[in-house]
Nanobody, 122 residues
């Protein structure tokens, strides 16, 4: 699976951005899709994951209630809608594909996208 993330950019605190991650290659619906981020000087951390059907989602506590992830299986694309952005959301965001939600949340990722930079300014 090849993953191509897009949609990052510069946004003011309180604003919104939507990230997209288009998948190609092996069957998209065979994988759980998720998002991670890495802030400057910090380790990569889990952000969100969505099940293969798109019916269930799980979020890191730091983004719960502000971020929403969703799937469009017809377009082989996963989205991350980010609202009420905070300065601490500044990071490179990576999409990821894995075998299960529990394993992906722990960082067990089969495929990584290339990352897209989100910068939140005051």
């Amino acid at each position: 699976v090849q993953l191509q993330a897009s949609g990052g950019g510069l946004v003011q605190a309180g604003g919104s951005l939507r990230l997209s991650c288009a998948a190609s290659g092996r069957t998209f619906s065979s994988y759980v899709m998720g998002w991670f981020r890495q802030a400057p000087g910090k380790e990569r951390e889990f952000v969100a994951v969505v099940t293969k059907s798109g019916a269930y989602t799980y979020y890191a506590d730091s983004v719960k209630g502000r971020f929403t992830t969703s799937l469009d299986n017809a377009k082989n694309t996963v989205y991350l809608q980010m609202n009420s952005l905070k300065l601490e959301d500044t990071a490179i965001y990576y999409c990821a594909a894995g075998g299960s939600t529990s394993r992906l949340r722990l960082g067990a990722v089969d495929y990584w996208g290339q990352g897209t930079l989100v910068t939140v300014s005051s």
